[in-house]
Structure formats: structure tokens, C-alpha cells
């Protein structure tokens, strides 16, 4: 995209000097689904759950409650597996948030 491109996207009609905010895109109304923020709270959430069931796991094996050892070392791992994807996550979101304000205009 040529400069010339960008100034005529950033001039609104009818006016003489370039408007300060781009034009944001239109969502169907049809379209309502879960918003991103919803998606990322609700995932937050199931790692948040996914700790908890695990550090319960690991005090009922360790008061004598619970026998089975496999039990507590699945919902360890799938509690530490939650959460690394949690933070894969976060790291793409920042390195892609850092690659955004690199972009010059």
C-alpha cells in the first residue's frame, strides 16, 4: 500500500486534513456470538479450575483420602498443561501487541 493509499483511507469526506481515527470495520448484527474478552475470561476460568482439582487431588493423596497416585499426577499434568498453553497464549498476544506498535504508519 502506497502512502497516497493511506492518506485517502485517513481523509474523511468533505473535509480538508486527515481524520485522526481509521474507519473501524461494521459487525453483522446477525453475527452475536461470545466476544474475545468472554473467550479469554472463560479460559482463564478452566486453568484457574484445572490448579484447583489438582491441588485437591494432591491434599486428599496426601491425607490418606485418595490411593490411586495416577489420578493426582493426570490432573497435575493436565493443570500444567493448562497453563502453558495459557502462557503460549499471553506470549503471542504480546509479541504480536509489540509487533503492531513497531509498524510504522
Known amino acids: 500500500m502506497t502512502i497516497s493509499q ?5 481523509q474523511v469526506p468533505g473535509s480538508n486534513g486527515p481524520e485522526r481515527e481509521l ?11 461470545p466476544s474475545f474478552s468472554d473467550t479469554l ?5 478452566d486453568v484457574d479450575g484445572a490448579q484447583k ?22 490432573s497435575m499434568n493436565q493443570a500444567k498443561l493448562h497453563f502453558q498453553l495459557m502462557a ?3 506470549n503471542r498476544a504480546l509479541e504480536t501487541y509489540q509487533e503492531l506498535m513497531r509498524m510504522q504508519l
Not at 475470561?41 to 476460568?45: D, E, G, I, M, Y
Open 6 to 10: 493511506l492518506q485517502r483511507i485517513q
Open 23 to 33: 474507519p473501524r470495520p461494521q459487525f453483522d448484527e446477525e453475527r452475536s456470538g
Open 41 to 45: 475470561s472463560q479460559a482463564l476460568n
Open 53 to 74: 482439582i489438582a491441588n485437591q487431588n494432591i491434599e486428599a493423596f496426601v491425607a490418606g483420602e485418595k490411593e490411586d497416585l495416577h489420578e493426582v499426577m493426570i
Open 88 to 90: 503460549e497464549v499471553r
